[in-house]
């Protein structure tokens, strides 16, 4: 019972969040069959639609800056609202093209909308959630996504085939009932001077007021700077569930039966989060989230490595299941360690730092296998992720060490300048 009650008694928003993020995520078929559709479809090259996901993944930067700006200085609501509506417009509209090759062209600006709305709704994640119900929080919202992920992808293989124009109906359909659900029942969370008081009362100093440019602020807390890097690493080998994967899928199998193997194993990754996310929330609260971001590296290196050497579908489900343990760690993990370290003054802002790097990330790894593709075999290209990931789980054990010793000075440094204010006063 506690795996479901750890869930009770958490801001009334969170939930409808919850809910808007389920439904919303019961129309996630575009991006999981992106390549397929770039290369099945249209027929481009496979260096092809690595340049077309990098380019995909970059305007995601743009967005971001514009998203972090909005959000901080309008209404928070309203900016996740009209950027949301404006990519499933564009969604809506590609389904009546057929296999134009006009869409990879209208996909460029729903994603940049896109973008803005991801920075909008972190951001009104972190001002509804307090250190002590952060992780709950953000692992339900989490928990809403994939418990569409694990239906929506598995019904998008099935149309892929014969109904690819719904493949961009769905998605448009259930993100518009999203922005209902959010327009009515969620209200503006942009942060008020009271709730600057609030944070500063409370003690929580990574998170109080801060003045001055956010790039000012950015170098200010290294040790945050380093850890979104770090993170980055990772986003760089999890995009290739969005390109390398269903290429091997396709190769292995066939365009036909690969499309519906790759919804089996996007299913198979949502499955594992709704019955993981709870019970590994319980079993890593107590632990530091850098080490918990080391364990998810560790699991990423052993499941996608491990795609170096699988045949058949029951060993590349097996090993979906084991990067999915890693996903869910570092997905419960990263939002709250982030947010408890960002100022309330620049959390939209800040929040756009981090989509920037972790989009460079996911916007390198398909360009860059996309070019390794074309000297070697996709069995390398995993062996590459898995050895990419080790080297990331052994940065997260350095950075934790350096993050303790850095605190443990702090901690010297202001004891030794209590004892000085005390001999003063003697």
Known sequence: MKFITQYKGLPGQIYVLFMARTINSLGFF???????????????????????LFAASLVYIPGA??????????????????????????????????????IPYLLIPAFFFSSIAL????????????????????????LGMNIGIAIGPLVAGILFEKYTSWIFW???????????????LVQDTTPTHEDYARIAESGRHGEMAAQGPILKILFQKQILLVFVIFCAALSFVYAQ??????????????????????????????????IFTPILVILTKAFNPIINLSMASICYMI?????SISRNISSFIIFTVIWTIGEVISATNTSVYIANRTPISHRARLQSIYDIIQGLGRAAGPMAIGYFLLDFSVEKSWILAGILCF????????????????????????????????????
């Open 65 to 102: 800056i514009a998203g972090g700006k909005i959000a901080d200085r309008f209404n928070r609501k309203y900016c996740y609202v009209l950027s949301t509506l404006t990519a499933n417009v564009i969604f809506l509209l590609c389904g009546f093209l057929d296999n134009s090759i006009m």
């Open 30 to 52: 575009i991006f999981p069959f992106l390549t397929l559709f770039l290369s099945a479809r249209i027929g481009l090259a496979e260096d092809s639609i690595g340049k077309f």
């Open 303 to 307: 499941g996608f490595g491990m795609y």
């Open 391 to 426: 080297i990331a789980a052994l940065s997260f054990l350095g950075l934790y060490y350096l993050e303790s010793n850095t605190n443990q000075t702090q901690k010297i440094n202001g004891a030794a300048q209590g004892d000085l204010t005390k001999n003063t006063y003697i």
């Open 241 to 274: 569930t969005g390109f390398a994967l269903p290429l091997q899928m396709s190769q292995y199998f066939g365009i036909g039966d690969g499309a519906r193997y790759y919804g089996i194993l996007m299913s198979v990754n949502g499955l594992v989060v709704v």
């Open 119 to 142: 920075t909008s709704s972190s951001a009104m994640m972190m001002d509804l959630t307090i250190p002590e119900n952060r992780q709950e929080s953000y692992s339900l919202v989490y």
């Open 170 to 184: 769905g998605d448009a359909i259930s993100g518009f009932v999203a922005v209902a659900l959010v327009t009515a």
